[in-house]
């Protein structure tokens, strides 16, 4: 079974500075989707990004980046030039390809502050 | 596009009835709907994928006859909590997958059993 690892409960940042958020994940599988969803206070689910697994080069929106280390089965979220309305609950994912079920399997969350 | 709509936002009920949550695919089609619960300051949890035109399939320990799911169309799915409890209050979110690799969800129910 696939199972998603969120180590840091909570982290803080400094407006316009730069986090990094982890994630560790577990599979005996070679194709696979991971994402990042961020949850602000109004709980509504929003995705950040998505990265394919069969795809080397790490996946990038806009001031999102991540970390895509396969062997080491590590997805990290960096975020740049934080602001105030990226403070929200953070859930990195993971989708196993093949599955008819297609389910998401999620991390525990982290929950970012962005301080003024 | 790809929008899902939830209701209700919000349900206070009475121990010992029942809620009926429902979640719409406004412009797209749905085979597929995914139902979770989420507790206080916790992650989602799956309960249960909803497939049109079939029964449900149920994560290992949710009760079916407790979280009853229809999914009748290929644009609504509803969970129903059946003789709620206290311990039932939670926020339950559904979502679809519009995308072959994507997801969006609901805005979520916050029940609450008094």
């Known amino acids: 079974a696939q199972t998603v690892t969120q180590s840091q409960p909570e982290m803080s940042v400094q407006e316009a500075e730069t986090v990094t958020l982890s994630c560790t994940y577990d599979t005996s599988e070679n194709n696979y989707y991971l994402f990042w969803y961020k949850q602000p206070p109004s709980r509504q689910m929003i995705l950040v990004i998505r990265q394919e697994a069969y795809k080397q080069q790490n996946a990038t929106e806009n001031r999102f980046s991540v970390n895509f280390q396969k062997a080491a089965k590590s997805f990290s979220l960096k975020i740049s030039d934080s602001q105030l309305g990226d403070t929200a609950m953070y859930f990195c994912?993971?989708?196993?390809?093949?599955?008819?079920?297609?389910?998401?399997?999620f991390g525990s969350g982290t929950r970012l502050l962005v301080r003024p | 596009g790809a929008v899902v709509s939830q209701h209700p936002s919000r349900v206070i009920c009475k121990s010992g009835t029942s809620v009926k949550i429902e979640c719409r695919s406004l412009d797209f089609q749905a085979t597929t709907m995914f139902w979770y619960r989420q507790f206080p300051k916790q992650s989602l949890m799956l309960m249960a994928t909803s497939n049109e035109g079939s029964k449900a399939t149920y994560e290992q320990g949710v009760e079916k006859d407790k979280f009853l799911i229809n999914h009748a169309s290929l644009t609504l799915s509803t969970l129903t909590v059946t003789s709620a409890h206290p311990e039932d209050s939670s926020f339950y979110i559904c979502?679809?997958?519009?995308?072959?690799?994507?997801?969006?969800f609901g805005s979520g129910t916050r029940l609450t059993v008094v």
């Open positions: 994912a993971f989708m196993k390809l093949g599955d008819s079920s297609y389910k998401l399997i």
């Open positions: 979502s679809a997958r519009p995308l072959l690799y994507g997801y969006t």
